[in-house]
């Protein structure tokens, strides 16, 4: 079992992906998910604020870093958690959501990472619709996203492409997937 | 004062469902209110907050707080429960308040959900020939990208063997399916040996939040299954 933060950064400590630091000229900040930072502590005994920020500055020049929340271990909840983004309480996830809003406006920054699905979907799709992020707030971006819009790589070679199209083949035959010509 | 007016209150520990679970968890309570004080949901539902809750419980009132909205309007964010100085486990009494709760009786669909991925194997109720094909497709996509190409690439199922095995967040597939792309794109250019599972790949356990610990159980039993059934190194869970 490994973590997403874990994994990123396995890659990029190893060498196995490289970063375009360049891509991003906003200022951004780093939101902990309850999961992965107190819960995950209190569980098990260890968390990824840390990390959780570390990959988000191999991404962006660090000095565009601004912080949400020095004590990240007591940073406040999206207001979606616990499965209330799917739940009928939409005021309440809005009245909650609004002290999360005030945390970004406050940092001023232009650019929301957020390494969970359902904080991203609280804080890029409702907080910005129903309470006040501010003028300086652009986007919200995954974690894994943000790593993703950064990578720097090189195409496989021809050996590689052959061996992947092979493989493709052969489990779209087992699978019996049929798509239509490529163009 | 009228003697009527004066009421013993007697708290039967023997029968509460929630206090129960782990003595701890609320007869220790001072009351000192740091919970509530540090708690966003304070306010949102009248009447209630997590003090007040950890004191009806205490008082045996525990069936008032099971039936309110309380429970579910606190999102289980365990920031009372991390600065009590009591040690209460108050995010764990809550999401015990809410497996009380009748299952017709819980809010939104993540009850639904959690029975549609027992049925069919994840949340939404996509079926597996949809799910193939869609990865299929966009594979393709992804590979000729006119912008960033990614010559050889193919979304592995049900590989044997591989380094990696990803669950999925349902409402990719269903709703947002060209943010699967962030993570392939990134194991393509690591190289990465990986798979998913062309059944039961649902990464989104909501018995988690639904309280139902036996739906819970049986989805991550499933996630286990299929990595020892393709002999994968490691699971992902990216949630």
Known sequence: ?183 | MPEEAVKEIKVDRKHRKIGNIAPELADRCYTCGTCAGGCPATGLVPGWDPRKAIRAIVLGMEQEVIDSKWPWVCTLCGRCQYQCPMGIQLMRTFRACRTARERDKVPGPIHKGTMMNLQRGNNLGIPRDDFLFLLAELGVEMENDEEQPTPGFYVPVDKEGANIIVTINSKEPFGEPDDMKFWWKIFYAAKEDWTVSSTNWEGVNWGLFSGDDESMKEQVGRVIENARRLKAKTILYPE
């Open chain 1, 1 to 183: 079992m490994v973590s997403i933060f874990d994994l990123l950064a396995e890659y990029i400590k190893e060498g196995r992906i490289k970063l375009n630091t360049h891509k991003f000229h906003e200022t951004y900040t780093v939101h902990d998910p309850c999961n992965y930072v107190r819960k995950s502590q209190i569980s098990f005994g260890d968390n990824y604020g840390e990390l959780s920020r570390w990959v988000a500055q191999q991404c962006i020049d660090p000095s565009l870093y601004r912080e949400m929340c020095e004590d990240y271990m007591n940073n406040l909840c999206c207001g979606a958690g616990g499965g209330a983004w799917a739940m009928p309480y939409d005021k309440e996830r809005w009245a909650y959501g609004s002290m999360k809003a005030d945390q970004i406006k406050n940092t001023g920054a232009e650019i929301v990472i957020a390494p969970c699905h359902n904080c991203r979907d609280q804080i890029m799709k409702d907080l910005p619709k129903h309470c006040d992020m501010g003028t300086n707030y652009k986007e919200t971006l995954y974690l894994w996203e943000l790593v993703s819009l950064c990578l720097d790589f090189e195409p496989w070679n021809e050996a590689e492409i052959e061996a992947g199209h092979a493989a493709r083949d052969a489990q779209f035959e087992r699978d019996g997937v049929e798509l239509d010509e490529e163009e």
